[in-house]
């Protein structure tokens, strides 16, 4: 699809958590041109997304699978070969030591989040990144393949990581918490613009942040209070935010 074509990028969305809401979060995208990253879970999940795909040239579905679904995989891992393969960015993949189910689930979340990572890597993949508690992991394990084509999403940890991350080259999403978190401003005043991105992580964080339940248009007001932030006109923010992706995607 032509970026250029496209008002808004939401860098980090889950399409199949609207369920039943789902075909009204579809036209909210098609009427506002709203080029959406849909996060996949699982592999059911990932199908999904490609059947919302149909329904839109706005939606880009990303195989991954999350942490919180690590434990639930059963299967050979190289059956996530194909997948990968397939899908053009990767994700949401990553490690999460705060809101997993529990330890006894850390083993399950490394095994597959290490074998997809390296996959991903050896194809030149965009990856998104899920960090929960695990940020100096996951920096190291990009480290050492020194790759910087990642997306780490809603980053929460420390400044000090933070830094590490974007001496790598990694690029980061600002969210919906943004006005509501001031470890929201404190991650924004030191993300370089070249690297700024922004996400929904819809429709559920938007419902844990203020209670209000996160349609796709919902970017339009990360967007205003990042432009806003940074001192930017829409039309600046959005053609830097058009830039960024541009270039994340032709590393």
Not at 44 to 70: D, L, M, Q, T
Request: net charge negative; glycine share 4%.
């Amino acid at each position: 699809m032509n970026i250029l074509q496209s008002m808004y990028i939401d860098a980090h969305s889950h399409l199949d958590f609207y369920d039943e809401n789902v075909e009204k979060a579809i036209v909210d995208i098609n009427n506002n041109h709203i080029l959406t990253l849909a996060m996949s879970m699982d592999i059911e999940s990932y199908n999904k997304n490609k059947v919302y795909a149909k329904k839109s040239r706005y939606i880009k579905p990303c195989f991954g699978i999350h942490p919180w679904k690590a434990h639930e995989f059963k299967y050979s891992l190289t059956t996530l070969i194909p997948y990968i393969e397939e899908s053009e960015i990767i994700g949401e993949i990553g490690l999460d030591f705060v809101w997993s189910e529990g330890s006894h689930t850390y083993t399950k979340q490394r095994e597959i989040f290490y074998f997809i990572l390296e996959e991903s890597v050896k194809r030149n993949k965009v990856i998104n990144l899920h960090t929960k508690g695990a940020e100096y992991e996951i920096y190291n394990a990009l480290k050492k393949y020194n790759y910087s084509k990642a997306i780490i999403h809603w980053y929460s940890g420390d400044l000090e990581t933070l830094d590490k991350y974007i001496n790598l080259g990694c690029y980061f999403t600002i969210s919906v918490d943004l006005g509501y978190s001031d470890i929201a401003n404190k991650i924004l005043d030191r993300i370089p613009i070249e690297r700024l991105l922004v996400e929904t992580d819809g429709p559920e964080a938007l419902e844990w942040v203020n209670g209000e339940y996160g349609y796709p248009s919902v970017i339009k007001d990360v967007v205003k209070k990042v432009s806003d932030y940074r001192n930017l006109s829409l039309r600046e923010l959005n053609k830097v935010i058009e830039d960024n992706y541009n270039r994340i995607m032709s590393l």
